[in-house]
Nanobody, 116 residues
Framework: QVQLAESGGGLVQAGGSLRLSCAAS????????MAWYRQAPGKQRELVAS???????NYADSVTGRFTISRDSGKNTMYLQMNSLKPEDTAIYYC??????????WGQGTQVTVSS
């Protein structure tokens, strides 16, 4: 079993920055695939950014060039640096991890609110 704990959300003005963290409760022999998702009120959960076991990254078109996903395997932690935030980035952001056995785990989410 793996617990994921997100942190770093909050209220920020448009154009500002936030850094989200996702800490896993244990380490992995092989780095798992991890991702950030978000869900805005009344909308479906969507993929924001992902990082594979080998470290390759992928971003949603809406955040490309503004958000950066990274990981520190030694700390079992993943990050999402969010710059040039827009009101449409307002959502609950969720951390996702997929283990080598293809078991998916989710964090409880952290609220990001961007004011105009």
């Amino acid at each position: 079993q793996v617990q994921l704990a997100e942190s770093g959300g909050g209220l920020v003005q448009a154009g500002g920055s936030l850094r989200l963290s996702c800490a896993a409760s244990r380490s992995f022999f092989r780095g798992p695939a991890m991702a950030w998702y978000r869900q805005a009120p009344g909308k479906q959960r969507e993929l924001v950014a992902s990082i594979t076991r080998s470290g390759s990254t992928n971003y949603a078109d809406s955040v490309t060039g503004r958000f950066t996903i990274s990981r520190d395997s030694g700390k079992n932690t993943m990050y999402l640096q969010m710059n040039s935030l827009k009101p449409e980035d307002t959502a609950i952001y969720y951390c996702n991890l997929v283990s080598a056995s293809n078991t998916a785990y989710w964090g409880q989410g952290t609220q990001v609110t961007v004011s105009s």
